[in-house]
């Protein structure tokens, strides 16, 4: 404790910290903590997992007092991660209570009227918020503290102008942190244009790349099922993500690991939000083992203790794999991310790897037990549609991608 108490941390911050049973002060908490109690606005290069909800949430509730009106604002670009913000303020919040309340979409938005009245922070997504301001349920004036978390996400996604009419309703005399994993052009337009010299703070990728173990196996496109159940089955994990890039995909690949004794579920976008959480907190807590979902639970969720990352489908974007590989290798443990690629994949992962010096090795493919699966929603993955999956063994080693720029770690989150 006595690491974290040098950075200026108040004994009740200390004691929930304490609680969490954290044992030193990450690389952005050391070198932003202490810019951001001195209320100091700061722009901090760091990724999800390293530690950042810790930065601000230091500031919000060491220098912030009870009022019973709107004095800080959290804006995040994922209803997931406004929940998962919110759940940790209120636990580092614990010795000395703030109401946090979270906004975002998906959900009825009378109940979020009523918190609303009586809310000490805010911690919400764009498109929400924006619904509040029109309606006039909440008000912006009483702003203290205005946190804008994973920007250059929030950016990707179009929320541009969005956050910009946001920040125009804030109370100007206000401290502004604004955390991104990369420096973007949007980024840099909103930090001069409305923050006040802010001290410009980065950190390491918190995935440490010489634990990241990349793999790639090649396989035919009617075997490409039976491989993903035979690598889950034969390799030795902790929690297990595996992406695919559309929700007919994640449901297919659901249903046919459910028939074959691995008791796999699924979350993307086109489930309730009330589902999608309760799926969350069952990953978080090892009641589920094995997640399979599209890009959304990429988007900004620190999910600790993901040892294994399949990559089912290849996305389209090397941006994707890094967010998505960048689920596992964290906090000093080891992470494997694993390919799996039909002939019709090859040319799409070299795109997807070109921008990066990826150590991506080919292994052998192994024999593979037969396996019948069911068309009940055919995936989109090229080549023919069988109901039995074959048998394959494929060999050679060697390394796939081009070298251009040095992979240090995931730089998304």
Not at 105 to 112: A, E, K, R, V
Not at 376 to 395: A, E, L
Request: proline share 4%; aromatic share 8%.
């Amino acid at each position: 404790m006595e690491s974290f108490r040098k950075l200026g941390i108040s004994e009740a911050i200390l004691k929930a910290i304490a609680n969490e049973k954290f044992d030193k002060p990450s690389e952005i908490q050391e070198k932003a903590i202490p810019t951001v109690l001195a209320g100091k606005d700061i722009i901090a290069g760091a990724a999800t997992g390293s530690g950042k909800t810790l930065v601000f949430g230091s500031g919000i509730i060491q220098n912030l007092e009870k009022k019973n009106y709107t004095q800080a604002l959290v804006l995040t670009p994922t209803r997931e991660l406004a929940e998962q913000i919110t759940r940790a303020l209120i636990k580092f919040s614990k010795h000395k209570p703030l109401r946090f309340v979270p906004i975002y979409g998906g959900l009825s938005i009378n109940p979020q009227i009523q918190q609303l009245r009586t809310a000490d922070v805010v911690v919400a997504t764009p498109g929400r918020l924006k619904d509040h301001l029109e309606r006039g349920t909440i008000k912006l004036d009483g702003i203290k503290i205005l946190v804008i978390d994973e920007a250059d996400r929030m950016f990707e996604m179009g929320f541009v102008k969005d956050v910009e009419d946001i920040i125009k309703k804030c109370n100007r005399k206000r401290q502004t942190m604004l955390f991104s994993a990369t420096i973007t052009e949007e980024v840099n337009h909103i930090a001069k244009k409305y923050m006040n010299n802010p001290v410009q703070i980065s950190a390491e990728s918190f995935v440490d790349p010489k634990k990241l173990i990349q793999v790639y196996y090649d396989t035919d496109a009617k075997k490409k099922f039976s491989l993903l159940v035979h690598l889950l089955k034969h390799e030795e994990a902790g929690l297990v993500m595996v992406f695919c890039n559309t929700r007919r995909n994640v449901n297919f690949v659901v249903n046919n690991l459910k028939g074959a004794g691995i008791p796999a579920h699924a979350i993307h976008g086109g489930f309730a939000q009330g589902k999608r959480n309760t799926v969350l907190e069952q990953f978080h807590s090892h009641t589920v083992t094995v997640l399979v979902c599209t890009d959304v639970a990429a988007r900004g969720l620190d999910i600790p203790g993901v040892s294994h990352v399949y990559n089912y489908d290849i996305p389209g974007e090397s941006k994707l794999y890094i967010h998505r590989v960048g689920r596992t290798a964290r906090a000093g443990k080891n992470g494997r991310a694993i390919n799996i690629l039909t002939r019709e994949q090859h040319q799409n992962f070299a795109a997807v790897l070109r921008d990066y010096d990826f150590d991506v090795k080919k292994e052998e493919t192994p024999q593979i037990e037969q396996m019948e699966i069911k068309w009940t929603d055919r995936p989109r993955f090229g080549g023919s549609r069988s109901r039995q999956m074959g048998t394959s063994k494929f060999g050679s080693s060697k390394r796939f991608g081009s070298r251009r720029k040095k992979f240090v770690g995931p730089r998304y989150g």
